[in-house]
């Protein structure tokens, strides 16, 4: 590497390769109000087979008088199998689900981490819930989906076999997704579950927020 010097801005330079192709490291990035957090929550029982469709399941809720906006840069799925259902069946299907106007309830209200505890602020993502059951909706309004993926069906194994399980990354490495004030990101099935599979879940959501 060489430091190439501005020609016409005394003490400004750049750090350049041999072909004078500038060399970019990215840093820790510097807020002034936000910073950069992570969730996690799991089901803490069986989530039922013939689950019907537009359950929701995990919430996220971004509070409605934030000045600042959220950036989604990654959820992690994990799926595993507890009782496994008979062969043939029809496999479910999960999606994030943007939502807005009201606030999911009941379930386990999961705790926001910083990433980097010098970051100045605590997260304005002031609702995270799941349920393995069904988070009550009442008034919540649900619009775009923004990420779905089919829950593969497990055949019927013997007593005591290993019963699979599946892994989920929504991960939008083109634009992360942009969370308004009052704006959530909700975890619903799309169709009837499989009839004979339970299941538990657990999740964890990336994101970093800034005015």
Not at 25 to 47: D, F, N, P, R
Not at 131 to 138: I, R
Not at 158 to 169: K, L, Q, R, Y
Not at 171 to 182: R, S
């Amino acid at each position: 590497m060489a430091v190439l010097e501005s020609p016409t801005v005394g003490g400004q330079f750049a750090e350049v390769d041999s072909g004078k192709n500038l060399f970019i490291a990215e840093g820790l990035k510097g807020y002034t109000a936000g910073g950069e957090y992570v969730v996690s929550g799991w089901s803490t029982a069986a989530v039922a087979a013939t689950l019907a469709a537009s359950t929701t399941l995990v919430s996220l809720r971004f509070a409605p008088a934030s000045s600042r906006f959220a950036y989604v840069t990654r959820i992690r799925l994990a799926v595993t199998v507890i009782t496994p259902g008979a062969n043939g069946g029809i496999p479910g299907v999960l999606a994030w689900q943007r939502f807005t106007t009201a606030t999911p309830s009941t379930g386990t209200a999961r705790t926001v981490a910083k990433k980097n505890a010098s970051h100045p602020s605590t997260s304005d993502m002031t609702d995270v819930r799941d349920n393995n059951a069904a988070l009550t909706v009442t008034s919540v309004v649900f619009g775009d989906i923004i990420a779905a993926s089919i829950m593969p069906t497990f055949p019927e194994l013997t007593s005591g076999a290993v019963n699979g399980g599946f892994e989920w990354i929504f991960e939008p490495l083109d634009e992360p997704v942009k969370l308004a004030a009052g704006d959530g990101l909700a975890m619903r099935t799309q169709v009837v579950m499989p009839a004979t599979t339970t299941w538990g879940f657990s999740y964890t959501a990336h994101w970093f927020e800034k005015p």
